[in-house]
């Protein structure tokens, strides 16, 4: 079983940014997809990101311009950068990973983290 670990979440300001990360405890997702989901209070669990081993990435409309996924296959890690951070970004964010990228984004991955809650005041 592959562990996800996240970090990086906490409380920031409207407008504001974080960079959530999340290191998998092995390479067995090197050749496929890492991304973000999010859950607010009260909601389903949302798709944010996802980023597939060639370096393609997907997003969601409401984050496309302000959230950046990238990774480090050396590191086995993958970042989220989040930047203009509003109110609606508040949740407790996922990370996953999957060898299909579309597993990944239909929340329905072989892997999840523990969450991480990320929290943004107006």
């Known amino acids: 079983q592959v562990q996800l670990v996240e970090s990086g979440g906490g409380l920031v300001q409207a407008g504001g940014s974080l960079r959530l990360s999340c290191s998998a405890s092995?390479?067995?997702?090197?050749?496929?997809?890492m991304g973000w989901l999010r859950q607010a209070p009260g909601k389903e669990r949302e798709f944010v990101a996802c980023?597939?081993?060639?370096?393609?990435?997907y997003y969601a409309d409401s984050v496309k311009g302000r959230f950046t996924i990238s990774r480090d296959n050396a590191k086995n890690t993958v970042y989220l950068q989040m930047n203009n951070l509003k109110s609606e970004d508040t949740a407790v964010y996922y990370c996953?990973?999957?060898?299909?990228?579309?597993?990944?984004?239909?929340?329905?991955?072989?892997?999840w983290g523990q969450g991480t809650q990320v929290t943004v005041s107006s």
């Open positions: 996953a990973a999957d060898l299909l990228w579309t597993k990944v984004r239909a929340g329905t991955p072989r892997s």
């Open positions: 092995s390479r067995m997702f090197s050749n496929g997809a």
């Open positions: 980023i597939i081993w060639s370096g393609s990435t």
